[in-house]
């Protein structure tokens, strides 16, 4: 039984760490969102504080058409933020213009009235109103506001309704009024814009609508909520054309933007959580919709609580399946850990026959050793080393055998843990204890405390005669003598015969080529030839087996 063996008990629980690879981009990107939702409240009260200030005005305005303006800004603060506010302050303008005998305004704002009737779901009060709008009185940017809502309205229904027959009639009217709406708002109007690229989209001129979006892009201020709405259609080009990068990127650019901005109409965000549930990030995803679903609560809008419902259903089936399966591998450690205690058991009792040989051996030799002392020495010399191997063996041996009694109690206590709360239905509390990493960084610094007592109570004199290989600058200074550092732990593991770069890796945490560059740094800092370094450093402390 080599030492390199050893390693893989140790190491068998690593199988059950789970991880996975991505941009660095996209992975920053997701980390600001994590910090924005974690902050939003501070992006809230910027924009309660620019409201505090508009209502303040509002109070103080001098005439009904100061009056008006400021109630429009209001509509305009609420719009993505509180739903009903936003209607309020609409009605108000509506009731101004009537004061003011301004019928261009009043029907304006029923126009805008309705586009947010339907964007909340309420399609048969989108229809009312707009039906109570004189399209006559309407100048030309007016009536392309009109057009919009009217499109709006028809597509959603067409989009909603299970009668083909009236998904055709609504989506006949959408196209009518969409194309009005192209004809009639200014060139790069934002709702045009929109009109025109999800045009170019369902007709597949992806080139075309990228195109465009180029062009939308240059016009918005980066961060802000139109950029929010942009990046968003930008999302959806790349996914028309399978580029995963690029469109995770822009959803999450999209996303960070209406978090920045204070926005509970958060359309991209569910979008995201949906992303990362369907690529596995389940921990994210949950967190995201959540956050959404309190935004669509505080925005008022039903019909993006309707979408957010199945896929809150979807994430709580996961969790159950994630469950069965963690406990399905639970059992499997379980025997894992058995089997290979049964193994150190029968490799101990192995070892010391072999030791009892050896004295046997030893003592045969003793009653020779006047006739052949060239021999003797030599196997005396053969004998120290065995010696040598026996005691790391064992010593390595009985506090694996330790760990591993105490990693059986824990995985069954956690086990019971478990039990006990999937009995009760606690899901989020077992969310909350599966999805830390502070378990496996525990057991890991445990580790490595028993590997560092190990080797020092094996080779105490080890550091000292390292240094004695390097440079006086370059010697190494730990900070606790009782715990190795990275550096000193590599070439103890080299010391114990386990040189294999890619082996070392795994049992520290560290990619093969980090390894690699700590290896290639201190042999760059020796005071002796750097291609015996290793060889030296493992004959640090052969004399030290009949020390003990």
Not at 66 to 76: H, V
Request: glycine residues 4%; neutral net charge; proline residues 2%.
């Amino acid at each position: 039984m080599n030492n390199k063996s050893l390693l893989i008990p140790l190491l068998c629980f690593l199988i059950f760490v789970p991880g996975y690879a991505r941009d660095e981009r996209i992975d920053s990107l997701l980390q600001r969102i994590d910090q924005g939702i974690d902050n939003i409240q501070q992006y809230v009260d910027i924009r309660e504080q620019r409201i505090i200030e508009l209502k303040g005005q509002y109070a103080e305005a001098p005439d009904d058409r100061r009056r008006y303006d400021i109630a429009f800004g209001l509509y305009e603060e609420y719009k993505p933020y509180v739903n009903d506010s936003a209607v309020f302050y609409l009605n108000k303008c509506i009731a101004l213009a009537y004061r003011m005998k301004d019928t261009l305004r009043v029907n304006e704002c029923r126009a805008w009235l309705a586009l947010r009737c339907s964007n909340t779901g309420m399609y048969d009060e989108a229809l009312t109103v707009l039906g109570n709008i004189n399209e006559s009185a309407l100048d030309e940017w007016g009536r392309g506001i009109y057009y919009y809502a009217r499109a709006h309205v028809y597509g959603e229904l067409a989009y909603y309704t299970r009668l083909p027959d009236m998904r055709r009639e609504y989506d006949s009217h959408a196209q009518h009024y969409r194309q009005l709406a192209l004809q009639t708002l200014p060139k790069y109007n934002n709702n045009r814009l929109q009109i025109l690229e999800q045009k170019l989209q369902a007709d597949k001129k992806f080139k075309e609508s990228m195109a465009l979006n180029d062009e939308w892009l240059k016009r918005v201020e980066k961060g802000s909520h139109p950029y929010a709405l942009v990046a968003m259609y930008r999302y959806l080009e790349y996914k028309n054309v399978n580029d995963t990068l690029q469109m995770m990127r822009w959803l999450a650019e999209s996303v960070l933007a209406d978090v920045t901005n204070g926005v509970m109409d958060q359309g991209s965000m569910w979008e995201m959580a949906n992303q990362l549930f369907l690529t596995g990030d389940v921990d994210r995803a949950y967190k995201y919709i959540g956050f959404t679903s309190d935004c669509a609560a505080r925005f008022g809008s039903r019909q993006r609580l309707s979408q957010i419902s199945p896929l809150l259903s979807d994430i709580a089936h996961r969790y159950k399946t994630e469950n069965a399966e963690y406990n399905r591998r639970l059992r499997l450690t379980l025997v894992i850990i058995s089997v290979m205690t049964l193994l150190l058991l029968a490799s101990l009792l192995y070892v010391n026959r072999q030791r009892r040989r050896l004295a046997e051996a030893r003592d045969d030799l003793s009653r020779t050793n006047g006739m052949l002392s060239g021999l003797n020495d030599r196997l005396r010399e053969s004998n120290r080393q065995l010696q040598d191997a026996n005691r790391v063996k064992e010593e390595y041996v009985g506090r694996f055998m330790r760990l591993c009694s105490s990693y059986v109690d824990r995985l069954d206590d956690f086990r019971r843990k478990v039990g006990r709360m999937l009995k009760n239905r606690q899901l989020e509390e077992i969310h909350d204890l599966t999805r830390s990493s502070q378990y496996k960084d525990q057991e890991l610094d445990e580790l490595y405390a028993n590997f560092d007592s190990a080797f020092l109570h094996l080779f105490p004199n080890f550091v000292d005669a390292f240094n004695e290989l390097l440079k006086p600058e370059e010697r190494v200074l730990l900070d606790d003598k009782l715990r190795l550092n990275t550096t000193v732990r590599i070439f103890a593991l080299i010391r114990l015969g386990i040189d294999d770069s890619s082996k070392i890796a795994d049992f520290l945490h560290y990619s093969v080529n980090t390894i690699y560059n700590y290896r290639a740094r201190v042999k760059n800092a020796s005071l002796v030839d750097r291609d015996t370094f290793e060889e030296r450093v493992k004959n640090i402390g052969t004399g030290e087996a009949g020390s003990r």
